[in-house]
């Protein structure tokens, strides 16, 4: 039975920083393209970064240069580090496995509210 399970959302500041991890079970980790998705409230899903198994990124130009994804196989967990925080920012994310390089993924965790308010 394959589990994501996200950590790391909040409340911050415009400008400010959070970081996100996922802890995965259930799947050979170190082989899948790993992935965060994000949802804001009446929109659709949007795709944010995907981290190769080899370490490599992609990520949504709306958040090029601010998020950084990252991975440690030895502990089954992926990270998303979220910098120059914006209101747009807010929104549910969502860890994923089973992705591919830059489209959709096979397995979803439940997700982790990020608010971006002053």
């Known amino acids: 039975q394959v589990q994501l399970v996200e950590s790391g959302g909040g409340l911050v500041q415009p400008g400010g920083s959070l970081r996100l991890s996922c802890a995965a079970s259930g799947i050979i980790f170190s082989v899948h393209t790993m992935g965060w998705d994000r949802q804001a409230p009446g929109q659709q899903r949007e795709l944010v970064a995907r981290i190769t198994s080899g370490g490599s990124t992609n990520y949504a130009d709306s958040v090029k240069g601010r998020f950084t994804g990252s991975r440690d196989n030895a502990k089954n967990t992926v990270y998303l580090q979220m910098n120059s925080l914006k209101p747009e920012d807010t929104a549910v994310y969502y860890c994923?496995?089973?992705?591919?390089?830059?489209?959709?993924?096979?397995?979803w965790g439940q997700g982790t509210q990020v608010t971006v308010s002053s």
């Open positions: 994923a496995a089973g992705c591919w390089a830059w489209g959709p993924c096979d397995y």
